[in-house]
């Protein structure tokens, strides 16, 4: 129960996060270039590096906080950060087929779930 708990109020802030913070890259940016997302993106999969390195070399946290700060947090604040992590940990282990293909993959698949919603909405 500690470790939805932890999920869920960290989910909660991540959420909190990214609306802040896309808001506020847009503001300076302007939404002509989604600026905002990226920024998330790419903090997000920086932060996913960071944590899951540090819980998997160190004692620095327990399960229940990683959890927290990986589905939770980062699951609120984007979800390309677990992608990113997938991705490396393939390159990094060597397996470039299965990293190219999870990159294609992911793009070409969002791209069309994309799609299909935005299809979807406008039937509405």
């Given at each position: 129960?500690?470790?939805i708990l932890?999920?869920?109020?960290?989910g909660a802030?991540?959420?909190?996060?990214?609306?802040l913070l896309?808001?506020?890259?847009?503001?300076?940016?302007?939404?002509?270039?989604?600026?905002?997302?990226?920024?998330?993106?790419?903090?997000?999969?920086?932060?996913?590096?960071?944590?899951?390195?540090?819980?998997?070399?160190?004692?620095?946290?327990?399960?229940?906080?990683?959890?927290?700060?990986?589905?939770?947090?980062?699951?609120?604040?984007?979800?390309?950060?677990?992608?990113?992590?997938?991705?490396?940990?393939?390159?990094?282990?060597?397996?470039?087929?299965?990293?190219?293909?999870?990159?294609?993959?992911?793009?070409?698949?969002?791209?069309?779930?994309?799609?299909?919603?935005?299809?979807?909405?406008?039937?509405?």
């Amino acid at each position: 129960m500690t470790t939805i708990l932890a999920i869920a109020v960290f989910g909660a802030v991540g959420c909190v996060a990214r609306y802040l913070l896309a808001g506020g890259v847009y503001a300076l940016a302007g939404r002509a270039f989604p600026w905002g997302t990226l920024a998330v993106n790419v903090i997000g999969a920086f932060l996913i590096g960071l944590i899951m390195e540090a819980a998997l070399r160190t004692t620095l946290m327990s399960q229940e906080l990683r959890l927290g700060l990986t589905i939770g947090f980062l699951g609120g604040f984007t979800t390309f950060s677990t992608f990113s992590y997938e991705t490396f940990k393939l390159l990094e282990d060597g397996e470039f087929f299965s990293a190219s293909l999870n990159v294609l993959a992911s793009v070409a698949l969002c791209l069309v779930g994309t799609w299909a919603g935005i299809m979807a909405a406008r039937q509405l």
